[in-house]
């Protein structure tokens, strides 16, 4: 298979393990990059059913050392949004304009970074008013119609969760299990859709290591990282692939 060279390789390992860097401590802000990074050697929905595999691999290694840590109810309510947004995803993933999508919801992300930073002198939990559930169902049919699409449901499900002001670990651990679901529900419709292939899942297989080494990389950052710093680095993150999805919307 022509995806085995060393090109491949170069783009496809760094992308991996900043993956399962960023849902194993960083609250899978920036994880959707993987796919853009593998998009640059391979077409788009090939780097689609590549990811979503090790994303997947990803959220199972990382759910035992967040288990039970999560907020409950703030993962239940983007997860009861996110299953609808992934089907709304699969009906529309041929017809759907994908680069509005991808500037409404960087726009959002960078516009609530900037709404969270006002009057203050550096990243810190801001003093922005506690969204609503019905805005937490909304942000969830964003994570999951973005999340089927192109992997970028990290952007509004940060939004919902960092105006709630968990702690960080809380915060984490509900990106964990958000996406745990939110992926599993993915996989059935990317079957269906043949995006999946014997050649994608050999390749899973290769770079499955990496993406476990990632995850473990994560785990050991997040805890070594005070809560002050570690949501300065989730707003950043959200910045940038907020910045990220309104460039690729544009270009």
Known sequence: MAAFDVMFFVFAIPAVVFAGVSK???GSGAAFASASILALVLDPGT???LMLPLLMLIDLATLKPYWGRWNLRASLLLIGGGLPGVALGAWIYSAVNDDA????IGAVSVGFVLWQMRGRLGFAAGSA?????RAGLFAGLAVGFTSFVSHAGGPPAAVYLLSLKLRKTEYQASTVLIFWAV???KAVPYAWLGLFTWDTLLLDLVLAPFALLGAWLGVRLHHSITE???FA???VLLTVTGAKLIWDGLT
């Open 24 to 26: 194993g401590g960083f």
């Open 47 to 49: 780097a689609l059913a």
């Open 101 to 104: 999508m991808r500037v409404l």
């Open 129 to 133: 008013a506690r969204l609503s559930d």
């Open 183 to 185: 992926n599993i529900a």
């Open 228 to 230: 002050r710093w570690f």
């Open 233 to 235: 680095l989730t707003y």
